[in-house]
């Protein structure tokens, strides 16, 4: 029985090509043609959410952490600093404040003698680099005397790095300023702000910022984390996130007008990752929304992504307290979202449209679709779901809208959000899924049969977990990762179906993770790419505007393919996961071509199944990229064992 297929593959291999009239025993017979069904070039995308520390402490290049005091425990990542013979009193006060969504501020007094004062740890090690430049900044309000503020930088070792003098401060909150030159590379830096002489001084938004950011903009995004997400070339970026979108109750649930305008007017929120997992408690984590929807609409832009928010229903995480809004005083939430569509495409003219400009933005972001809820479920979801739907579309028709289809692949709670979005014409829905390797290289035909007529499919969430759900044993090897691609073959030979997916989470924090296996690993100094990062980068680096119609001629264990089509650079594209644990010999046919050009571009994964990569050996797998120079539209292909192979081709029909 034959295996039929809609894919586009590019294949690469190390192994040797041998040209032949005499086709192996299992054939790919891409039929290039014919002609497929068109499919969203930008279906492969990125999901962002703040967990792990993934934004504080991670993308938002800040490096102090608890900036502005405002921490339940105000002094959480600071230590006090005294010396034996200092004088004096350091205290955290709130009385005529910097800024009254942010009240507390640090008062420095000394009586003269040694200095005093405090120094932050970071984002579980402050990391500064040898030949940079940091800027360092305050808010500051003299209070007696003509004190002098002492900002040090000192290694992990207790070494001096660079020190700075500010002096003269005024009566009134004002904001001072100045730049450190580490002279040594440390990933575990200390910032120490100390006073001395006599006299007192009032502290708030202590900042340090890598003047080297994602092109260079002040208190920006950090570089080498924004570089490995542009090198994707996504489609689209979903954000803020997943759970912390609902919160742990609705009073803690993301509220996007909170998080623009001037960074120092931005309330903190606690995290819903702070305290979710027992065996992972992280009580310093907060979100100062320095990267607010205004940083994402802006991050989208800077990367070719369309960006694709979502915002809270009125339903809080229903793992937690399930806390619902009624439905008569949901009104807010749907004008929260109503205001959200004229933020990122009203004129400058308009209300919100206004506060986009006065960003620096007057242009608008090409907001084309928004997502309703996060995971939800059941019928209070669908009531709500109706309710957003039904205004949205009112004013704005052309809006794409994603909803939920709750937290699994395949029960009861999916199969019935499915039916209800069904009978409301819903535009996309969210489908999530983390589970074993097996689950996605037995579900490579998932899509074959959903309706075409229907809603369109977003696989928003999912990984493979080599141990089980949450658990602190799952890794990125590249197990995993071949496992993701196999399904991901399948996704793209329907892609008139599926329009978008997404690999969660994204960034984990080696020191403050939360959840386990993540795209993308980082600590205070660099960036580790995974085996699941290259199979992400290869589908997306790699992606088409039509399937191809491809056959595999007979079974063939842990074999998987897809074909698409680029017609602006007039290419094939043929996918091949080979999941077995010996190479295979397949004869390839690009039936209907009279002619391969060369060369062949051929980029190869492959290792062993339990790799993985780390700092030590961060290119353990990672892609290798080879040419075929004499090729014809017939030959037999020899894939490595555990592989993913990407070939790109030109073909004369």
């Given at each position: 029985m034959k295996k039929i297929f809609r894919h586009s593959v590019f294949a690469l291999s190390l192994a040797p090509v041998l040209l032949c009239t005499k086709i192996s025993a299992v054939t790919i017979t891409v039929q290039t043609d014919q002609p497929g069904v068109a499919i969203n070039r930008g279906m492969w995308g990125i999901f962002f959410e703040d967990i792990n520390f993934g934004a504080d402490g991670g993308l938002y290049a800040e490096l102090v952490k608890n900036r502005g005091f405002e921490f339940p425990d105000p002094l959480m990542g600071w230590i006090k600093i005294f010396n034996n013979v200092a004088h004096g009193e350091i205290s955290i006060l709130d009385e005529q404040s910097f800024d009254a969504a942010n009240p507390h501020y640090l008062r420095l007094e000394s009586e003269g003698g040694a200095p005093l004062g405090v120094a932050n740890e970071g984002f579980r090690g402050l990391g500064v680099k040898s030949?940079?430049?940091?800027?360092?900044s305050a808010q500051?309000?003299?209070v007696s005397g003509a004190p002098v503020l002492r900002i040090d930088l000192y290694s992990s070792d207790g070494e001096i790095l660079d020190t700075v003098r500010l002096k003269d401060f005024s009566s009134g909150w004002k904001k001072y300023a100045a730049v450190l030159h580490p002279k040594t590379t440390d990933a575990k830096a200390k910032l120490y702000v100390q006073i001395e002489g006599k006299g007192g001084v009032d502290l708030d938004f202590i900042s340090l910022f890598p003047e080297h950011t994602w092109k260079n903009r002040p208190g920006g995004l950090r570089a080498d984390m924004v570089q490995v997400l542009a090198d994707l070339h996504p489609g689209f970026l979903r954000f803020p996130g997943g759970c912390i979108v609902e919160g742990s109750t609705l009073a803690g649930r993301?509220?996007?007008k909170k998080t623009?305008?001037?960074?120092e007017e931005r309330p903190l929120l606690i995290n819903r990752w702070n305290k979710e997992f027992s065996h992972r408690p992280t009580p310093d984590y907060f979100q100062s929304f320095g990267l607010g929807f205004f940083e994402y609409f802006q991050l989208c832009e800077d990367i070719g992504a369309s960006p694709l928010p979502i915002l809270n229903c009125g339903m809080a995480c229903q793992f937690n307290s399930g806390e619902l809004c009624p439905l008569d005083q949901l009104e807010p939430y749907i004008q929260d979202a109503l205001d959200l569509i004229e933020f990122a495409n009203g004129p400058a003219t308009s209300e919100w449209g206004a506060k986009r400009a006065a960003m620096g933005h007057p242009q608008p972001f090409h907001l084309k679709m928004l997502g309703v809820g996060n995971e939800q479920w059941g019928q209070q979801y669908i009531d709500r779901y109706a309710k957003f739907a039904a205004a949205i579309k009112a004013k704005y028709p052309d809006i794409q809208l994603v909803s939920a289809a709750g937290p699994s692949p395949d029960d009861d709670r999916f199969k019935f959000a499915w039916t209800k979005l069904r009978a409301l014409n819903a535009d996309i829905v969210d489908e999530h899924n983390y589970a074993n390797p097996s689950w996605f290289f037995d579900n490579t035909h998932r899509y074959d049969h959903y309706d075409r007529n229907g809603p369109k499919v977003f696989f928003g969430e999912y990984a493979a977990?080599?141990?089980r759900v949450v658990s602190v044993k799952n890794r990125n090897n590249l197990e995993c990762a071949l496992a993701e691609a196999a399904c991901m073959t399948g996704l793209e030979r329907n892609g008139d179906v599926v329009r978008m997916a997404s690999y969660a989470p994204l960034f984990a924090n080696t020191e403050a993770w939360q959840w386990k296996?993540?795209?993308i690993w980082v600590n205070s100094l660099g960036v580790l790419l995974t085996p699941n990062y290259y199979v992400q980068k290869m589908f997306a680096n790699n992606a088409g505007d039509a399937t191809?119609?491809?056959?595999?001629?007979?079974?063939?264990?842990?074999?998987f393919a897809s074909a698409t089509r680029d017609h602006a650079a007039g290419e094939i594209i043929l996918k091949v996961v080979n999941g077995a644990d010996s190479p295979a010999s397949i004869g390839l046919d690009f039936s209907g071509a009279k002619k391969i050009a060369a060369p062949v571009s051929v980029t190869t994964l492959a290792g062993g199944l339990n790799d993985e990569n780390s700092f030590a050996d961060p290119a353990k797998i990672a892609p290798r990229q080879t040419e075929l120079n004499e090729i014809s539209p017939r030959f037999d292909y020899t894939f490595p064992a555990h592989s993913l192979t990407v070939l790109r081709l030109k073909a004369e029909n």
């Open positions: 030949g940079e430049a940091y800027d360092f500051v309000r003299n993301y509220q996007w623009i305008g001037p960074v977990q080599s141990d296996p993540d795209l191809v119609p491809l056959q595999i001629s007979a079974d063939a264990a842990k074999l």
